[in-house]
């Protein structure tokens, strides 16, 4: 069997497809997109098939360990993202061409089933209470809020105080027993961040995420430490030796690796299995499509440190399309009691629909983040 072709589709809401096909017939999907750079990676998915076309697709560690150290340069999120999404439409291949979930191949399973949070609200954190109560009466046990609007190095305490009313207000709209996790966005700077760590405090956070961004953990690692709100970080790491140093550090208490961001499954489980030597929980990244979340769970199938799952069925960003479009069976991903099963099917466990992803690409999309800026003109992060 050999690799025959690769094509990308750019699909909305902001998702880019890949179908890798080989010679046989066998068809694997992956999900290589770097939110509001899909073009980008697209283009870097081309580059690297010249490393691929004529290739044994069941070779994956050897065809991984050439895209990724053959260019000389390497790392980052467009290379990486291209790698990931190549990546998991190798194991997909394998998988089918054995008749087994691409978890068997890994070692098989450690759980049926795992635990899955459910984003409410927008940017702009606002009736996130009714949200929270909306998803919590739908099964799930466990929610993800945007914590702040933008913030200054220094900024003022009503900024504080509407972060604070916010989180009280999903508390008290869920109960004590939902879990919830306060995204700061990598919005808030240093100094602020030691305020609103502390400042949460009472109201029994399941996680803080990104609490600054990952390159200043190692000027915040005592506050980080200190907290006894569990951290959590990693959606903006792409590779083991990014993850390496903020492990040795003990400052972080969940990671957060996007296995469509970090190199795929191969990448990931590496990753993974690096932060069960520290002790640290695994909640895979993942505000993305299908094939993306298909590609977590057979992560999340394996792993022991494995805790919950990011999905995106109902997020903001999904507009146009969402999670289950693009499926032949969306019923794969029934949730039931806050858990998602792990799918048992052949690869990924999915079935693609192929003939709507070529409908939608033909509108495809031209996604970006939006462009914040603080009242004095400055740029603020979004």
Request: charged fraction near 25%; include cysteine; hydrophobic fraction near 40%.
């Amino acid at each position: 069997m050999k690799i025959k072709s690769l094509t990308t589709y750019a699909v909305p809401p902001r998702w880019l497809f890949l179908r890798i096909e080989t010679d046989d017939g066998v068809v694997g999907w992956g999900e290589p997109v770097l939110e509001g750079r899909a073009a980008s990676v697209a283009a870097a998915v081309e580059e690297l098939s010249d490393y691929l076309i004529g290739q044994d697709p069941t070779q994956i560690e050897d065809l991984w360990t050439v895209m990724y150290r053959s260019g000389f340069y390497r790392g980052g999120g467009i290379h990486m993202s291209a790698l990931a999404g190549i990546d998991q439409a190798l194991w997909d291949i394998k998988g089918k061409a054995l008749g087994v979930p691409a978890y068997e191949l890994l070692g098989g399973r450690v759980r049926d089933r795992i635990k899955v949070y459910s984003w409410i609200g927008g940017d702009r954190p606002s009736d996130t209470a009714k949200a929270a109560r909306e998803v919590v009466d739908r099964g799930f046990t466990a929610v993800k809020m945007n914590g702040t609007e933008e913030l200054q190095y220094l900024d003022s305490w009503d900024k504080v105080d509407q972060c604070l009313a916010n989180v009280a207000a999903v508390r008290d709209a869920v109960g004590p027993n939902i879990g919830i996790g306060v995204d700061f966005h990598g919005r808030v700077h240093k100094p602020m961040a030691k305020v609103l760590l502390k400042e949460l405090e009472p109201f029994r956070l399941m996680f803080v995420e990104e609490p600054v961004l990952s390159e200043h953990v190692d000027g915040f690692v005592d506050v980080l430490r200190q907290s006894p709100i569990p951290i959590a970080l990693g959606e903006r790491l792409f590779s083991r030796w990014d993850f390496k140093t903020v492990l040795a550090s003990g400052a972080v208490d969940i990671i957060q690796p996007d296995p469509s961001h970090c190199g795929g499954i191969t990448e990931a489980r590496k990753i993974a299995h690096m932060a069960e030597a520290y002790d640290v929980a695994l909640a895979l990244h993942c505000p993305l499509g299908p094939i993306a979340l298909a590609t977590c769970l057979q992560i999340d199938a394996g792993c022991y440190n494995a805790t919950i799952q990011e999905q995106s069925l109902g997020i903001h960003y999904n507009t146009s399309n969402d999670l289950l479009d693009y499926l032949v069976d969306p019923s794969v991903f029934t949730y039931a009691d806050g858990q998602v099963r792990i799918p048992t099917g052949p690869g990924l466990g999915i079935e693609v629909n192929e003939e709507y992803v070529i409908e939608r690409a033909a509108e495809g999309h031209r996604w970006r983040n939006p462009v914040w800026r603080h009242t004095d003109g400055s740029f603020a992060e979004w």
